[in-house]
T-cell receptor
């Protein structure tokens, strides 16, 4: 399982684009990168998942360079409701080990 | 799609009693489910992997006789906290694994807040 490292916290303002980078130097060949969002007293919510290059869905984009040793979650035009903890995880065969995540604070 | 429910959402019990928490995958079948525990201001800690039709696999330091897991069907896993004590008070979250063929995704339930008095 890939050990991931993320910034502990980030601040942003409404309407800005937020990029959260995660490093996973020892990611395995079969590992996918998955990002989750968690609000207080709720279970984590799946955001996006990818293996390499770029993946985009209706809420975010995920950039994974060719060496796959890092990934960047991009949130376009954040709002106050995007204030949450964001987790980056490597997973293969389903098992996930959560790191401390990045606490994103969006200010008006 | 990919909805996971938990019941109850909140439970308060007396010390020494047992509490059962249910985790259901509502719109997909899940051979594998997971149970996590989360203390305030901390990350999720994996407790065990629940496999349908077989014994659960527990993480190091998690007492299997304390936290009983049953995965009797492809849509239901239960976690029973036996002889609960105040230190067992926590936020318990389950997840269900969807997919296969190399791409699998965990979808999480809303969590169960347990308070042991």
């Amino acid at each position: 399982l890939a050990k991931t490292t993320q910034p502990i916290s980030m601040d942003s303002y409404e309407g800005q684009e937020v990029n959260i980078t995660c490093s996973h130097n020892n990611i395995a060949t079969n590992d996918y990168i998955t990002w989750y969002q968690q609000f207080p007293s709720q279970g984590p919510r799946f955001i996006i998942q990818g293996y390499k290059t770029k993946v985009t869905n209706e809420v975010a984009s995920l950039f994974i360079p060719a060496d796959r040793k890092s990934s960047t979650l991009s949130l376009p035009r954040v709002s106050l409701s995007d204030t949450a903890v964001y987790y980056c995880l490597g997973a293969q065969g389903g098992k996930l080990i959560f790191g401390q995540g990045t606490e994103l604070s969006v200010k008006p | 799609g990919a909805v996971v429910s938990q019941h109850p959402s909140r439970v308060i019990c007396k010390s020494g009693t047992s509490v059962k928490i249910e985790c259901r995958s509502l719109d997909f079948q899940a051979t594998t489910m997971f149970w996590y525990r989360q203390f305030p201001k901390q990350s999720l800690m994996l407790m065990a992997t629940s496999n349908e039709g077989s014994k659960a696999t527990y993480e190091q330091g998690v007492e299997k006789d304390k936290f009983l897991i049953n995965h009797a069907s492809l849509t239901l896993s239960t976690l029973t906290v036996t002889s609960a004590h105040p230190e067992d008070s926590s936020f318990y979250i389950c997840s269900a694994l969807m997919g296969g063929g190399g791409l699998e995704t965990q979808y999480f339930g809303p969590g169960t807040r347990l308070l042991v008095l």
